[in-house]
């Protein structure tokens, strides 16, 4: 399983992505989820993976072979050539169609899913910080500042926590509060997500990679972020009143 | 959809469950999915169903036609005559298995699922409280001072806040405030779960059913929880100190 999420604030962009990829509870691997491209001054893009792990590799593999090609071929179209985050996103969601060409029969007719999402973030020089969530068909949708979040995998433990206290108006460093949070709940509730968890903080057109870090779930700052948020949690509950009844039929 | 919770502490049961009923998006009704059965001093007995409507609704019929045929056979068994919580449980499954046998077949002829999911919590003079899942096969499991909470239905959303402060010992009046909060949680994240909510509270050993009550949408205590609890999840983020970042390669 996966969890990995991206957070679209005024102040730039947040994404975290878990580790752990299990073909079963018998069978856990690490890889890392998230890989991150720029052209200093110019692009930022952030890719984040969850599904299939084949499929996955497979639709990165193109994107790479795209890149090594322009090497010799500086016409050939490739991920950091697109001109907006839009097309990004459908450049990477034409990889996933091409991939389904190539796999998807096989796949299916041994009982498998294709399975892929991908979550696009990033800027690029002349447009806003952007998120896009590409489908297993290819198609995309993007986040708002109205719905300014995207999660893939296993999203639903660390839902509220995003929708409490989380909106595009939050600062940064408390957006990667949340995300953290988010990421901790989630791998409270289910062992198929774990880490290492990689971290990238974007910051509104910085347009290159500064802040990024790869937590450990041992690391004295994540134990930090968890006992400090459980202790806390236990005395907000105290404030709330107690609940009060009717009195019992007589 | 639905979701309804049990939590087993040192000081007794406390029961949530929400009234959402949907047959899709455009059809969406109220039911409450909280029943409570008992026989002060002897029994109390809470039943919590999740699934097919049809499906609960006629596992429900059968439990009560049982009751009714005690009226005049008092030697026919029903709900409140199992020795056991644990054979209430299995009474239940029985239930279960005879709609199985029922309605499986048409059900499954047009692609339905042949659903439901039972919590049966309380205590029977003589033993401890107790928490048990009756599943669609009729079988069961049980709530531990381990695991000491149960969910049906669109579990997942509710399930972190237990982790993070719900224990077996926590108290009554704290342990219903989680309850809630979990249910609040749910809400928010899921519009085919809603109120009003049921709400029991039982205390170990009172073999009565004293503490009720249903709790709507818009009750001031339940706005006061959830506005205490937002409030406070911010002020908690704040307190925890931001992450810092290898400096960037040069």
Redesign the interface.
Known sequence: MTYCLSLLCREGIICVSDSRTSAGVDNINIRPKMRLYSVPGERVVCLMTSGNLSVTQTVIALIEEDTVRARTDPAHPHLLTQPTLFETARYVGEKIRRVSDLDRVALERDGFNFNINVIVAGQIAGGAPELHYVYPQGNSIQATVESPFLQIGEY??????L???FSFETRL??S???A??SME??I??NVSVGGPFD?F?YETDSL??????RIEENDP?FR??AG???G???S???????????P?PS
């Open positions: 639903k433990y660390g839902k509220p926590i929708h409490r206290g460093s408390e990667v509060k949340f953290l949070l709940a989630t409270r509730s971290v903080v290159q990679i500064r802040h990024r870090r700052y930090e972020l400090i948020w459980t806390g949690i236990i907000l509950v105290e404030k709330i009143p107690t609940l009060t009844f009717d019992p």
